[in-house]
């Protein structure tokens, strides 16, 4: 009943930039957390940026003052603004948000289906 669609993933040269988009439909009552995380082959998916429904951010170390979280509630929507973009940045990058749908009580973890970043010369 919930679906999050991701898109502006592709290919960038070292000090790009991609703007990732993910936008959240279905029976939704109300969004928590927002979120991106990444997972590049051979490790582990670790989180990239967090937004609450405040508007509070948090960020890993390694993307902190090159990335942007931002979310548009009307649209159900979550931005991830990438800027500096370094190879190490390669990864696919998930979009989660935790939400509630329909009647239900408790909030629920859902995922995007990851789109790929790649940075590269």
């Known amino acids: 009943q919930v679906q999050l669609v991701e898109s502006g993933g592709g290919l960038v040269q070292p000090g790009g930039s991609l703007r990732l988009s993910c936008a959240a439909s279905?029976?939704?009552?109300?969004?928590?957390?927002m979120g991106w995380y990444r997972q590049a082959p051979g490790k582990q998916r670790e989180l990239v940026a967090i937004v609450t429904r405040g508007d509070n951010t948090n960020y890993a170390d390694s993307v902190k003052g090159r990335f942007t979280i931002s979310r548009d509630n009307a649209k159900n929507t979550v931005y991830l603004q990438m800027n500096s973009l370094r190879p190490e940045d390669t990864s696919v990058y998930y979009c989660y948000s935790q939400i509630r749908i329909g009647s239900f009580f408790r909030a629920a973890d859902y995922w995007g289906q990851g789109t790929q970043v790649t940075v590269s010369s």
């Open positions: 279905g029976s939704i009552a109300s969004i928590n957390d």
